[in-house]
T-cell receptor, first 113, second 115 residues
Framework: GDSVTQMEGPVTLSEEAFLTINCTYT??????LFWYVQYPGEGLQLLLK?????DKGSNKGFEATYRKETTSFHLEKGSVQVSDSAVYFC????????????FGKGTLLTVNP | NAGVTQTPKFQVLKTGQSMTLQCAQD?????MYWYRQDPGMGLRLIYY???????DKGEVPNGYNVSRLNKREFSLRLESAAPSQTSVYFC??????????????FGEGSWLTVV
């Protein structure tokens, strides 16, 4: 079945540091890939997505590139801010499961001033 | 911009009690979902409704029932709450049940504790 593996947290960085959160997947067919963010006390919000190989999703300074050869979709940001502190979820939808988003376990990011 | 609204936000139940979580969306979406979020587990799909009048089981449906009351509303019922149902519950909706290429929007969550 489909699965998403993302790096275990928590991740603690200083402001302006470089961020990478690794995400790899296994899926039936050709999945669409997503990063969701959950700020404290809030629901999940779509951060970015990519629907085909070599696509780069980007939003709010975050980027992730769909790498089919390595089945990866790593999240990166060049300079994090305190306001980026949140839980980040990698997720996928595969052609074999149109109604079901498969989520990774989430990575807690804390950015200190 | 209400989006997806769910109530209550917090609830404490005793084992064996019943309750209903309410969800409504104002985006005229066809499909709605209930997920639960547990520490270290990510989100897991409980039930979904691809369109008004239909409901289907997701990954972890045991102990729950759902009702798609109309296009806007999708409720989740716990008939006899158990401590294992202590979790954060998220309602979500999307324009189409075919999530490929569509965006799913989440509510702010309902924190449920069963003692």
């Amino acid at each position: 079945g489909d699965s998403v593996t993302q790096m275990e947290g928590p991740v603690t960085l200083s402001e302006e540091a470089f961020l990478t959160i690794n995400c790899t997947y296994t899926a039936t067919g050709y999945p669409s890939l997503f990063w969701y963010v959950q700020y404290p006390g809030e629901g999940l919000q779509l951060l970015l997505k990519a629907t085909k190989a070599d696509d780069k999703g980007s939003n709010k300074g975050f980027e992730a590139t769909y790498r089919k050869e390595t089945t990866s979709f790593h999240l990166e940001k060049g300079s994090v801010q305190v306001s980026d502190s949140a839980v980040y979820f990698c997720a996928l939808i595969s052609g074999g499961s149109n109604y079901k988003l498969t989520f990774g376990k989430g990575t807690l990011l804390t950015v200190n001033p | 911009n209400a989006g997806v609204t769910q109530t209550p936000k917090f609830q404490v139940l005793k084992t064996g009690q019943s309750m209903t979580l309410q969800c409504a969306q104002d985006m005229n979406h066809n499909s709605m979902y209930w997920y639960r979020q547990d520490p270290g587990m990510g989100l897991r799909l409980i039930y979904y409704s691809a369109s008004e009048g239909t409901t289907d089981k997701g990954e972890v449906p045991n102990g729950y029932n759902v009702s798609r009351l109309n296009k806007r509303e999708f409720s989740l019922r716990l008939e006899s709450a158990a401590p294992s149902q202590t979790s954060v519950y998220f309602c979500a909706s999307s324009a189409s049940g075919r999530l490929w290429g569509n965006t799913i929007y989440f509510g702010e969550g309902s924190w449920l504790t069963v003692v």
